[in-house]
């Protein structure tokens, strides 16, 4: 059974920087693509990032585009989202998601994680 963790999320100020993480065990996911989804509140779940299996070919949502940094360890079977200039619209729950053909919908995902919340006061 895979399971995803993330943390790193918390409260921030308009233009302040966090750091997510999501560790992943039960089994390697090096061959899979892994990316980060998002829910705020009263809105639908919505695609952030993906990043495929060798780090090279990497997907951003336009809002988060020149804001946000993914990359993975895949010898720690870990993936990383800096996000840096955070706005209030970026106030969400952040999903670690893998999938072996993961897209920007969610139902691409074959895994995702609990969540953890990221607050962005103006």
């Known amino acids: 059974q895979v399971q995803l963790v993330e943390s790193g999320g918390g409260v921030v100020q308009a233009g302040d920087s966090l750091r997510l993480t999501c560790a992943a065990s039960?089994?390697?996911?090096?061959?899979?693509?892994m990316g980060w989804f998002r829910q705020a509140p009263g809105k639908d779940r919505e695609f952030v990032v993906r990043?495929?299996?060798?780090?090279?070919?990497?997907n951003y949502a336009d809002s988060v585009k020149g804001r946000f940094t993914i990359t993975r360890e895949n010898a720690k079977n870990t993936v990383y989202l800096q996000m840096n200039s955070l706005k209030p619209e970026d106030t969400a729950v952040y999903y670690c998601?893998?999938?072996?053909?993961?897209?920007?919908?969610?139902?691409?995902?074959?895994?995702w994680g609990q969540g953890t919340q990221v607050t962005v006061s103006s």
């Open positions: 998601v893998a999938g072996r053909f993961l897209n920007t919908v969610w139902g691409s995902a074959n895994y």
């Open positions: 039960g089994r390697t996911l090096s061959w899979y693509a």
């Open positions: 990043i495929d299996w060798s780090g090279t070919n990497i």
